[in-house]
Each structure stands twice: as C-alpha cells, then as structure tokens.
C-alpha cells in the first residue's frame, strides 16, 4: 500500500507543477518555481515562529504567503527597469538568506533545519496521515498536492483563452481588453499554491525539476498548448512511476529518481523530437541535401 501512496504522490506533484510549469516555459520564467521555492523559507520559520507548531498547515500558509510576497516584489523591481533574471536572483537570494538567519537565530535548539525544509522526502509520505472524524482518510501530502491540482485544473480551465493569449502575445492580450497583471499575478499565485504544497512529498528543490522538465521535454513534442500540458502530465506521471521503481532496484532516492527519469526524457526528446529534435533535423537536411545533388 504505501509503494501506491508514493506513486501517487509523486503523479500528483508531476501534473501539478506540469501543468503550471508549461505556461512558465512559454513566458521563459521557467526559473521562477526556483526562485519561489528558496524565497520562502523565511515564511516557513516565520510560521513557525507564531505559531510555536511545526503543524503542516501553519508551515504551507506562511509558506504560500512568502510566495505570493516574491512574485509582487520580483514584478516590483522588473517594472522598475530591472531585467528579470536579475529581479528573480535578487529576489529569491535576499528573502533566501533571511530565511537561513532566522534558521540559526532562534530555531537551534529544534529539528527546523534546511534538509527538512528543502528536500523532503517522498518515502515518508504514507506514514505522515490525515485524521478526520476519527478515521485515517490517507497521507496529508495526497490532500494537499491534490487539492493545489484541483485548483490549477479549474482555475485554468475557465481561464484558458486568457492565459493562452497573455502567455505567447501580452501586447494583443492587453489590446483586446485582458488584464495582463491580474492574470501574471494569477498564475504565479497558482505556481506558489503548487510549489508549497508539494514541499512535503519532495521538497522545494525537487519541485523544480518537475515545475521545468516535463514542460520542457512537452515543448519540444509539439507547438499546440493544449497538446503540450498533457504531454507534460503524461511525462511528468511517467517519470514518477518509472523512478520510484528504479529507485528501489538502486536502493536510491526515490524523489531523485523521478527527476533523472524526467531528465532522461529530455535528452531523448532533444535528439529524436520531429520539430525540435538534433538528430531528426540532422537527418531531413542530408536528406535535403542528397535530394538538390541529385538535381
């Protein structure tokens, strides 16, 4: 039971960062879920700090807050005149390196530290359960990934057209009458939902790798964006199920797997993609070629 519970888990997180990652990769702000996932810590301790609980729920809310928090001061600074790799590495360093003051200030004498924070580990999940009405409905990290799925699923769903358009032409989007800043915020909101609730089940630095790589492997199997989100889901799913399995053949991380799977993907489709792959391209100019010798 608890192998199904990892899988699942692992799907969960994969289609959701999967499927806000896409719309990342298409805005080349793929290193966003990065910046966010390190931003936060300082909302994790500040959390904690308040509450005096290391309870999941207070960690996610300070967490999401600090989230949110970073997207505003990154839009901040990039419509400041500053470019916007510059304003995610200010950003996400400054409120980094805040967070680890906090750490050693005033959470030495407890198990708060920047492993537990920051890698997770995926194993734990079916042990860490959820109580209701005195009965064991399932891993609190199932409730939560699922849920942040839920939301992404519905939220993008009504807003497809919106996002689609303010995603590969922001000047047309903001002519025909889109609020532009309202959906960026909207869906960095949606990037911070789904990368905080996956940080118990692989933590935040892992929830990077699915946050890019599914999306980025989809992006280079077809141009429709429809087509591009499931493949995702589907690379990201696969990923999940293929390395938990390797990773229990190796007697290696489970969550590290997933993402050597997701990035073994990526090289094949690199070499062998039919629009974007090296070697297919490779291929159609020798065959160009050979063609206009023969004329």
């Given at each position: 039971m608890s192998t199904f519970w990892i899988i699942l888990t692992g799907a969960l997180v994969a289609s959701t960062c999967s499927i806000v990652g896409c719309f990342l990769v298409l805005r080349k702000m793929a290193m966003i879920g990065d910046a966010i996932s390190h931003a936060v810590l300082p909302g994790i301790v500040i959390a904690f700090l308040i509450s005096g609980s290391r309870d999941s729920l207070f960690m996610l809310l300070g967490a999401a807050v600090l989230g949110?928090?970073?997207?505003f001061l990154i839009q901040l600074f990039h419509q400041s005149g500053v470019q916007s790799d510059a304003s995610i590495g200010v950003v996400f360093t400054a409120l980094f390196a805040i967070g680890v003051i906090l750490i050693s200030m005033y959470t030495r004498n407890i198990d708060l530290d920047l492993d537990c924070v920051l890698y997770g580990e995926i194993a734990y999940v079916p042990w860490n359960t959820l109580q209701f009405a005195g009965m064991d409905i399932g891993p609190k990290?199932?409730?939560?990934?699922?849920?942040?799925?839920?939301?992404?699923?519905?939220?993008?769903?009504?807003?497809?057209?919106?996002?689609?358009?303010?995603?590969?032409?922001?000047?047309?989007a903001a002519a025909a009458g889109i609020p532009v800043i309202l959906f960026h915020y909207l869906l960095m909101g949606l990037v911070s939902v789904s990368t905080v609730a996956s940080f118990e089940?692989?933590?935040?630095?892992?929830?990077?790798?699915?946050?890019?790589?599914?999306?980025a492997?989809?992006?280079?199997?077809?141009?429709?964006?429809?087509?591009?989100?499931l493949y995702s889901v589907l690379i990201g799913s696969l990923s999940s199920v293929v390395g938990y399995y390797i990773a229990?053949?190796?007697?290696?991380?489970?969550?590290?797997?997933?993402?050597?799977?997701?990035?073994?993907m990526f090289v094949i489709a690199l070499l062998f993609s039919p629009t974007h792959g090296v070697i297919f391209r490779k291929f159609l100019q020798k065959k160009m070629l050979q063609e206009d010798t023969a004329r």
């Open positions: 949110l928090v970073t997207v990290a199932v409730w939560a990934v699922g849920l942040a799925l839920l939301l992404s699923v519905i939220i993008i769903s009504v807003f497809y057209k919106q996002f689609k358009i303010c995603s590969f032409d922001p000047a047309m089940s692989v933590g935040a630095i892992l929830v990077v790798g699915m946050l890019v790589v599914p999306p492997t989809a992006y280079l199997l077809t141009e429709k964006l429809s087509r591009m989100i229990h053949l190796l007697d290696a991380s489970i969550a590290g797997s997933m993402i050597s799977v997701a990035g073994a």
